[in-house]
């Protein structure tokens, strides 16, 4: 089969197309054949070694397509059945094997391009929404890289709930992305010298209830001043860079304020909640609360490509590789 393989860590040059074995399916396992995978920043850490991975490896943890054989002790799931995933390691390839309590079906309302490209950064903004803060009516809150991936989803979700959304993005056209997202107020970040000032002049001077931050780096300061008091900063990424260590005192001089840094992987830890958030995220599509926008679909070989595109934030959106 074709699949991408990292030896090395490194920049997206280390991204190397090659050919591998058909993989088997041990017990409790589904082998399947791989309709689309989604392209993730976690990629990213994983590659370029924040995250330490065990080499060689085949990246991508989430995709979707259709179930080609059953490992021993599998139940629940049959051949031809389509499937997605959301953290099995081998995705960027035209077959990976997927235990099956990590596997969700997909609903005949929802393509295999829209599984793949929604479930990981779908069951992301569903979380950060319902359980992390819990965006009530009236809320304020701000949303850094808005046109992005799981920006655009967020977006979306809070404004269901509720809220006001003040997106940041970069350009016109991801300005226009997030309004059509539903976001109420829109900052050009490259085009303001203090972001902060300007989200405080947005709510009145009282800031807003939650900062939701994927950008990291760079946004970190600005984020927290744009906090009302007893606020929270919901840090779920860094596409710019690590965060340096933070002096506890500065949540208490910002206004009793909160951070905190969630994964998605702690909020499916068991298959009933796994199952359960899926389906929520696949309902809210399939009922038009969210429109998930495929930006870019690369070929399997250009996942180069595809990188460069993401790190550079050329792309807005869900980018997708296709085996």
């Known amino acids: 089969m074709r699949a991408i393989q990292i030896s090395t860590v490194g920049g997206p040059e280390v991204l190397s197309p090659t050919e591998l074995s058909d993989p088997e399916p041990g017990p409790g396992e589904l082998l399947v054949d791989v309709a689309a995978a989604g392209v993730n920043f976690i990629d990213v850490y994983q590659r370029s070694g924040t995250y330490a991975m065990p080499l060689p490896y085949v990246p991508g943890l989430e995709g979707a397509g259709r179930v080609a054989a059953l490992g021993d002790d599998v139940s629940g799931f049959a051949v031809g059945d389509r499937v997605a995933w959301s953290e099995r390691l081998g995705?960027?390839?035209q077959r990976v094997t997927v235990p099956a309590d990590k596997a969700v079906p997909v609903p005949s309302s929802v393509s295999d391009e829209v599984a793949a490209a929604v479930l990981l950064q779908g069951m992301t903004a569903h979380f950060l929404v319902n359980d992390t803060y819990p965006v009530r009516s009236g809320d304020d809150v701000l949303v850094h890289a808005a046109a992005g991936g799981v920006g655009l989803l967020l977006t979306q979700l809070a404004v269901a709930r509720g809220a006001r959304v003040i997106a940041t993005v970069s350009t016109a056209e991801k300005e226009e992305l997030a309004c059509g997202a539903g976001a109420s107020d829109v900052i050009r970040y490259t085009e303001v010298g203090d972001l902060a000032a300007e989200v405080r002049a947005l709510t009145g001077g009282a800031g807003v209830a939650a900062a939701f931050d994927s950008v990291g780096r760079t946004t970190f300061d600005a984020s927290l001043a744009s906090l009302r008091r007893r606020g929270i900063?919901?840090?779920?990424?860094?596409?710019?860079?690590?965060?340096?260590?933070?002096?506890?005192?500065?949540?208490?001089?910002?206004?009793?304020?909160?951070?905190?840094?969630?994964?998605?992987?702690?909020?499916?830890?068991?298959?009933?909640?796994?199952?359960?958030?899926?389906?929520?995220?696949?309902?809210?599509?399939?009922?038009?609360?969210?429109?998930?926008?495929?930006?870019?679909?690369y070929p399997l070989a250009d996942a180069r490509r595809a990188h460069e595109d993401l790190q550079a934030r050329r792309t807005t959106g869900k980018i997708l590789l296709i085996p």
């Open 91 to 93: 995705s960027y390839a």
């Open 233 to 297: 900063l919901v840090l779920f990424g860094g596409s710019s860079g690590p965060v340096p260590p933070v002096d506890p005192m500065r949540l208490n001089a910002a206004g009793s304020v909160f951070l905190t840094r969630p994964k998605l992987f702690d909020h499916i830890s068991t298959r009933d909640e796994l199952t359960a958030r899926a389906s929520a995220v696949f309902t809210a599509v399939a009922g038009g609360t969210l429109d998930v926008r495929i930006g870019r679909r």
